[in-house]
């Protein structure tokens, strides 16, 4: 099969997770913003940052080392399944276990010291999807992305329905259900829990998914091979502080809202701002969608002898596709942001900083397949540090000043940062021939139509709507106008 044919319906099927999830997600924000106040909405927002953060540590690049060495060393692939899944299961089970013993004392330093049981769930949510990483992975690594896609989604079906289950039918059937269901409904309902059921929905379904991969688990012989591990930590340990790194980029602006705006208004602006950073959704989504499918695809391609011609064919149709996602929600923002309530419109000015800020990241995903190729992680964990000191700097300098504004600019000159210092040193130690005038043409021609969609804005709605269409069917023409070759790749793929 033509590998971009195969690597674009692997990122469509791994993307069918991703989108379901996330969407649904994005759809349960009304139900948040209706039944939650801001401040409340601002404590979901904080609480899976955290996760964010964790998962990061828990996993310690893990994931990339079992791609690289069951690569490397196919004939003990066992051997690196085992290693890696008795490493992240020893320190998950090891920080559930801290985390329980020290929840009061953590809870004091969160500002949650009457939610101790938030830092319990949290913790163990956290811990299972920890140790779910690797069977995940593995499934990825064996060409397997509809079982991959169908354990994500019955996790994702059993969350949201939790959700909805305590959230919106158990206090309807108090309210104005039959008498008979009372009881049952008293024996698993407590309405004081409030927003605690989101954490419990999770759990559930973290729980619930580590069960589904138990047979992923177990399928061979589990063999932990100490030497192996060694090496697979130290590929690893760089790739864990540029993890650490990239989530500073990604989410510590929600957690330095909290801290450097006054105390009074600032559970509502991280409420705001977590609620309208959702409306870069698709982005994020098919970033997502991309770097599962693509990272095992850029490992098994790398032996072919036109693996880097390939390689830069890929980073410009993921371009053109980004930029396709941020005029569509763009253009067709004045029906996007029906998706948050009233009060959080206010923030919808930063999305197109957030979609360009999310392109970037995904274009310096791309790039790192130089450094994860040639063994030298150590160059992605300093990029993802010069990355996590512009946003801390950036923050703490705006944030008063600007608010989540501030925040927004600061993440788009992160990652334009860190993907231009990766290109310029990949481009010295494994040379890529990227199309960089073409794809910069690409994101020209998209900032153009973009503007010149805002000169619409007055007209009736309707017009509007049929303008921004064939705006949108414009740039795709300048796109074929300016790359040839891409109507070539797109017949062959199509046929």
């Known amino acids: 099969m033509n590998p971009l044919k195969r690597l674009a319906g692997q990122t469509a099927?791994?993307?069918?997770?991703?989108?379901?999830?996330?969407?649904?997600?994005?759809?349960?924000?009304?139900?948040?913003?209706?039944?939650?106040?801001t401040d409340d909405f601002g404590v979901i927002t904080e609480m899976y940052t955290y996760v964010a953060f964790l998962l990061i540590?828990?996993?310690?690049g893990m994931e990339t080392a079992f791609f690289r060495f069951s690569q490397k060393e196919s004939s003990t692939g066992g051997n690196v399944f085992g290693t890696a899944l008795f490493s992240l299961g020893f320190t998950s089970t090891l920080f559930i276990m801290m985390v329980v013993i020290f929840r009061h004392p953590i809870a004091e330093i969160m500002r949650y010291p009457d939610n101790v049981e938030y830092i319990v769930w949290i913790g163990i949510i956290v811990g299972l999807d920890a140790l779910a990483a690797i069977p995940?992975?593995?499934?990825?690594?064996?060409?397997k992305p509809l079982r991959f896609a169908?354990?994500?989604?019955?996790?994702?079906?059993?969350?949201?329905?939790?959700?909805?289950?305590?959230?919106?039918?158990c206090?309807?059937?108090?309210?104005?259900?039959?008498?008979?269901?009372?009881?049952?409904?008293?024996?698993?309902?407590?309405?004081?829990?409030?927003?605690?059921y989101v954490f419990i929905a999770n759990l559930g379904a973290a729980g619930l998914t580590v069960l589904l991969l138990l047979p992923v688990m177990l399928r061979s012989r589990l063999v932990f091979a100490f030497p192996l591990w060694r090496r697979m930590l130290l590929y690893a340990l760089p790739l864990l502080v540029a993890g650490l790194a990239g989530v500073v980029n990604e989410a510590l602006d929600k957690l330095l809202l909290k801290y450097l705006l006054p105390e009074d208004i600032a559970m509502s602006q991280v409420g705001i701002y977590g609620a309208v950073y959702k409306v870069s959704i698709m982005m994020t989504i098919f970033i997502q969608a991309f770097r599962f499918a693509a990272e095992p695809f850029f490992f098994s391609q790398a032996s072919e002898k036109n693996a880097r011609e390939l390689y830069a064919q890929?980073?410009?149709?993921f371009v053109v596709a980004c930029l396709f996602i941020f005029l569509g929600v763009m253009l067709f923002m004045d029906i996007v942001q029906y998706f948050i309530g009233a009060a959080y419109r206010e923030g919808l000015v930063v999305v197109p900083i957030l979609l360009l800020a999310n392109m970037?990241?995904?274009i310096y995903f791309n790039l790192s397949i130089w450094y994860k190729l040639t063994g030298q992680t150590r160059f992605g964990a300093w990029f993802a540090v010069v990355g996590a000191l512009i946003t801390i700097v950036l923050n703490v300098w705006w944030i008063p000043v600007f608010g989540y504004h501030g925040s927004a600019w600061a993440t788009l000159v992160c990652y334009f940062s860190m993907a231009s210092l990766s290109y310029y040193f990949g481009q010295k130690h494994f040379t890529i021939p990227y199309e960089v005038k073409?794809?910069?043409?690409?994101?020209?021609?998209?900032?153009?139509?973009?503007?010149?969609?805002?000169?619409?804005?007055?007209?009736?709605?309707?017009?509007?709507?049929?303008?921004?269409?064939?705006?949108?069917?414009?740039?795709?023409g300048l796109v074929l106008a300016i790359d040839k070759f891409m109507v070539a790749s797109l017949k062959k793929m199509f046929k």
């Open 360 to 362: 970037f990241l995904g």
């Open 57 to 60: 540590v828990l996993t310690y």
């Open 438 to 476: 073409k794809t910069l043409l690409f994101i020209g021609a998209a900032l153009l139509v973009y503007f010149l969609s805002m000169l619409t804005r007055d007209f009736p709605q309707y017009l509007v709507y049929l303008l921004n269409l064939l705006l949108l069917l414009v740039f795709g």
């Open 314 to 317: 890929v980073m410009k149709f």
């Open 150 to 169: 169908t354990i994500k989604l019955t996790g994702i079906g059993v969350n949201i329905s939790l959700v909805l289950f305590f959230l919106l039918f």
């Open 136 to 143: 995940f992975a593995r499934l990825r690594a064996e060409n």
């Open 171 to 196: 206090p309807w059937a108090l309210d104005s259900g039959p008498a008979w269901l009372h009881p049952l409904i008293e024996a698993v309902y407590d309405p004081g829990i409030g927003l605690g």
């Open 13 to 37: 099927v791994y993307g069918l997770s991703s989108i379901v999830g996330r969407l649904i997600n994005f759809l349960l924000v009304p139900l948040y913003t209706n039944v939650f106040p």
